[in-house]
T-cell receptor, first 114, second 115 residues
């Protein structure tokens, strides 16, 4: 595997389910990000991790819970989501969390909340 | 705070014609500016970035952008469109050396190429 991978690519869940999104980067980077991409809206930064430490939580509801066990893996745990949480969730990584550094994105997980 | 505005959520050009995608920024300090491209079913990929060196920046796939401070613009151009250029393009801005600054994206412009 190369670059940034995300699983699953598609996820349909009910509002009472608990699921997790997984991201893995094979680039040796030390910063990882979760973004939410909704139609007609700018990309929304959700969380930033630098060397496994969370450095940004962009006022994300607690029903989204990130986990970064090491610099290569990032999870987004989901529970009691709302239909408005349906979106494409993108993971990215970079060498250092300076926003001027190029971010490498995974293909995303398309989430549908019923 | 900083922001970018992308004029035109959809742009269509004929194959071989000039591509022009517009981006205007707002920033309280000299910004760093980026263009990312998203092909169908893929994540975003960096096309080019401006970081206060040369104002004309060349990127991948024949794209370039010019930083114009007087117009607060960073428009993306390509002289001759190719079918493979069909994608969504995002302009983004950040303020360098400004603490915990983040990358702020525009709403995107979907480029369609007409055969």
């Amino acid at each position: 595997e190369t670059g940034v991978t995300q699983t699953p690519r598609h996820l349909v869940m009910g509002m009472t389910n608990k699921k997790s999104l997984k991201c893995e980067q094979h680039l040796g980077h030390n910063a990882m990000y979760w973004y939410k991409q909704s139609a007609k809206k700018p990309l929304e930064l959700m969380f930033v991790y630098n060397f496994k430490e969370q450095t940004e939580n962009n006022s994300v509801p607690s029903r989204f819970s990130p986990e970064c066990p090491n610099s290569s893996h990032l999870f987004l745990h989901l529970h009691t989501l709302q239909p408005e949480d349906s979106a494409l969730y993108l993971c990215a990584s970079s060498q250092g969390s300076d926003p001027s550094n190029e971010q490498f994105f995974g293909p995303g997980t398309r989430l549908t909340v019923l | 705070a900083q922001s970018v505005t992308q004029l035109g959520s959809h742009v269509s050009v004929s194959e071989g014609a000039l591509v022009l995608l517009r981006c205007n920024y707002s920033s309280s300090v000299p910004p760093y500016l980026f263009w990312y491209v998203q092909y169908p079913n893929q994540g975003l990929q960096l096309l080019l970035k401006y970081t206060s060196a040369a104002t004309l920046v060349k990127g991948i796939n024949g794209f370039e952008a010019e930083f114009k401070k007087s117009e607060t613009s960073f428009h993306l151009t390509k002289p001759s469109a190719h079918m493979s250029d069909a994608a969504e393009y995002f302009c983004a801005v950040t303020r360098p050396h400004f603490g915990n600054e983040k990358l702020t994206f525009g709403t995107g412009t979907r480029l369609t190429i007409i055969p």
